[in-house]
């Protein structure tokens, strides 16, 4: 896992550029949502998660963010409907945060961030070999992107908090099976969508971006959890705390955000 880019003064996104040219391209993440601007249609539908097998594998610290990973080899896990054009298969989940405060979040509403962000990344099966290829085409991925604000504790979010002292360090991993994401799901499925990017490097312009409306309410002291992990690896000498891996907005650049209600 040699990464070269990172969210600090020298490698963090504002950097990103130099490696990662497409940084500057025509339709980058995340973006500020502005709800009186996105255009309702009448023709999207609802979205529909498919989580109930429960195909997670494992949770592991991966140098910027924590990762869970699915079993991506079949269609037991999909998203579907919405603007996608098939089912999508759920690959990862991680989140983005910040430090202490409000911001942390990568997509923004009307200028305001929220603590966290959560990502559920899947891809098109249907049109493409591996997730690899997908993550290279312009309509390879489907990231749902979820709001986290602090609040009262969350019900599920500690079956994760529990186990994110076993994935301290970069590069670590631990087995996590049988986790079904629909208990982060907030109970409306209401959404934006826009075509966009990853957020980190390679920053490919691969996907189709659907945006929960609203979020989901998780306590500070679960957020702290998140903030005791390391970018760093357990040899290194110097310890950096995870947080603040995020992205901020980029330029909309003439892109239409469309409403489901
Ligand atoms: S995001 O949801 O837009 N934040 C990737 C997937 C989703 C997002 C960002 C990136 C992704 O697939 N990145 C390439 C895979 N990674 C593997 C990894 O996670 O370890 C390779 C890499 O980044 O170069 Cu570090
Ligand atoms: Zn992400």
Redesign the pocket.
């Known amino acids: 896992?040699g990464?070269h880019w990172g969210y600090g003064k020298e490698d963090g996104p504002s950097s990103w550029y130099r490696n990662y040219p497409v940084a500057e391209g025509n339709r980058q993440?995340p973006i500020d949502i502005v709800p009186n601007e996105a255009s309702h249609d009448r023709d999207l539908g609802p979205i529909m998660t498919n989580y109930d097998h429960c195909t997670s594998i494992n949770i592991s610290n991966?140098?910027?963010s924590v990762?869970v990973e699915f079993n991506d080899s079949d269609d037991r896990s999909v998203i579907k409907g919405g603007p996608l054009d098939n089912p999508y298969r759920l690959k990862q989940f991680?989140f983005?945060w910040g430090g202490k405060g409000h911001e942390g979040s990568?997509h923004t509403v009307s200028g305001e961030g929220f603590a966290s962000e959560l990502?559920l990344?899947h891809w098109n099966a249907v049109k493409y070999k591996t997730y690899g290829e997908a993550?290279t085409a312009p309509d390879g991925?489907a990231?749902l992107g979820i709001f986290l604000e602090t609040g009262d504790d969350h019900r599920w979010l500690h079956m994760i908090t529990d186990v994110l002292y076993m994935v301290k360090y970069k590069g670590s991993i631990t087995d996590f099976k049988g986790f079904n994401p629909n208990c982060l799901l907030p109970s409306s499925l209401h959404y934006w969508t826009y075509l966009g990017?990853?957020?980190?490097?390679?920053l490919h312009e691969s996907?189709i971006w659907i945006i929960l409306k609203e979020p989901i309410e998780v306590s500070e002291k679960q957020l702290g959890m998140f903030r005791m992990l390391l970018f760093t690896e357990e040899d290194d000498d110097q310890k950096m705390r995870m947080e603040n891996n995020f992205r901020p907005p980029q330029p909309i650049k003439g892109r239409r955000v469309r409403s489901s209600n």
């Open positions: 896992t990464h993440s991966n140098g910027h990762v991680h983005h990568e990502h990344v993550s991925l990231v990017s990853l957020t980190t490097p390679p996907v």
